[in-house]
């Protein structure tokens, strides 16, 4: 199971800070990601995190603004996201597989979404 927070309204260049908690697999063991979905679009990849947090991948789009961290010790993974844009607004997902991939099919496990919107 993995249970999103922390969406919410911020104006243009405000900043949010999503929690991702998940239970059931040994968290440590598998790789996570965030991925968003904006209305009429599809679901796409922001940001991945090896199982120890020892690499990072981020969308071009989200690059420089976004941070995406980890700590096993409390299953929960993080995505601090920084100088927000209208064009971020979507429902994002976090995901869980054995490695990080840029497609959503390579994750088997995934949250309910929370909603970012932001305002310009």
């Known amino acids: 199971l993995l249970v999103e927070s922390g969406g919410g309204l911020v104006p243009a260049g405000g900043s949010l800070s999503l929690s991702c908690a998940a239970s059931g697999r040994t968290f440590s063991s598998y790789a996570m990601a965030w991925f968003r979905q904006a209305p009429g679009k599809e679901r796409e990849f922001v940001a991945g995190?090896?199982?120890?947090?020892?690499?990072?991948y981020y969308a071009d789009s989200v690059k420089g603004r976004f941070t995406i961290s980890r700590d096993n010790a409390k299953n929960t993974m993080f995505l601090q996201m920084n100088g927000l844009k209208p064009e971020d607004t979507a429902v994002y997902y976090c995901?869980?597989?054995?490695?990080?991939?840029?497609?959503?099919?390579?994750?088997?496990?995934w949250g309910q979404g929370t909603q970012v919107t932001v305002s310009s």
């Open positions: 995190i090896s199982w120890n947090g020892g690499r990072t």
């Open positions: 995901a869980r597989g054995p490695r990080v991939g840029a497609t959503q099919y390579e994750y088997n496990d």
